[in-house]
């Protein structure tokens, strides 16, 4: 159960340990953002991100359309792991498999959502 401070401030926070890796190999490649989300973009809406003390933290803003972070290079076999505490009002997910090209909705992500 979600303590009072998360619903009141309308906080959610993922942590995603995301890990890459070849499908025959132990060469693990972390794919979570440092401090400054180098290596990522973000798409779509105005939601926040911020990392604190290795979790990754997004705020929603209200009306805002769907926020997403997301890596500029595409990734074919991988091994996903996280865990997320989300307020139930909220809608959220992680997009794997997905993709933001211009030609499809003025870039809007779409694919795989778990």
Not at 40 to 67: F, H, I, M, Q, R
Not at 77 to 98: H, K, M, T
């Amino acid at each position: 159960m979600m303590n009072n401070h998360f619903r009141n401030t309308g906080l959610f926070l993922l942590l995603f340990l995301f890990c890459l890796t070849p499908v025959f190999s132990q060469n693990w490649q972390s794919l979570m953002p440092d401090k400054k989300f180098k290596n990522w973009k973000k798409l779509g809406g105005e939601a926040t991100y911020e990392v604190v003390d290795d979790v990754l933290v997004g705020t929603t803003v209200l009306n805002s359309p769907n926020t997403f972070m997301a890596t500029p290079d595409n990734y074919e076999d991988f091994i996903i792991e996280y865990e997320v505490l989300v307020d139930p009002a909220f809608n959220s997910g992680v997009q794997i498999r997905s993709n933001s090209i211009p030609e499809y909705r003025d870039g809007r992500v779409h694919g795989y959502q778990v």
